[in-house]
């Protein structure tokens, strides 16, 4: 079973709907125990970073997320939800994140904002999510993002400047891009991530 945490952000239903082409049963659940024990657990993400981290931390999904990596149960963070698994963001303001990695989510240097639309990414030759879609684009709605990489397997996009689209670290991947609005690559690349549950 493949849980879609819901704390009060993300497109649900349209994640729902996506991770259900994988031929797994997918619910939508804020129930601590139902989503540590889940198979997989995706954790969504639109808005800001700060709002975001209040609705996790109010269901405990920080703990959450933490207990899951410490049981090396795999979590794929989405969008925003990727964004706060890092130690901290400077949207409105400077704000706690999960803490997963070392790094800050900072304004884009870009000149035009935000990032909207289909871009391409340089996937590490290693990617498991990534496998057999290293060449299509993704579809990204965001200001913010990390600058450098981190984890085990780091995947840099580019708009205005570097920044991650992707990491794989263990049992713990994200995407600052939604694979749910992606089409077929993004459904391939959901299929690529249920694949290692």
């Not at 493949?2 to 259900?20: C, K, P």
């Not at 694979?179 to 077929?184: F, H, Q, T, V």
Request: glycine share 12%; charged share 20%; aromatic share 8%.
């Amino acid at each position: 079973m493949i849980v879609i945490l819901d704390y009060g952000s993300g497109n649900l239903r349209s994640a729902q709907r996506a991770f259900e082409t994988s031929g797994r049963q997918v619910v939508i659940t804020s129930d601590y125990d139902v989503a540590l024990n889940a198979d997989g657990l995706v954790v969504p993400g639109v808005g800001a970073f700060a709002a975001c981290m209040k609705g996790l931390t109010d269901i405990r999904g920080d703990h959450l997320v933490r207990e899951r990596i410490s049981l090396k149960r795999p979590t794929l963070g989405i969008c925003v939800g990727m964004q706060i698994l890092f130690a901290r963001g400077v949207e409105h303001g400077d704000h706690k994140g999960v803490g997963v990695w070392d790094a800050t989510v900072e304004e884009l240097d870009a000149p035009i904002l935000p990032h909207m639309g289909w871009n391409t990414v340089q996937a590490d030759p290693a990617s498991h999510l990534f496998k057999g879609i290293e060449q299509e684009s993704f579809y990204f709605v965001h200001s913010y993002a990390v600058k450098k990489k981190v984890g085990a397997l780091s995947t840099m996009a580019h708009h205005g400047e570097d920044f991650l689209a992707a990491v794989e670290d263990g049992a713990i991947a994200a995407t600052q891009f939604h694979p749910e609005k992606s089409g077929d690559a993004g459904l391939a690349l959901i299929r690529n991530w249920v694949s290692g549950l």
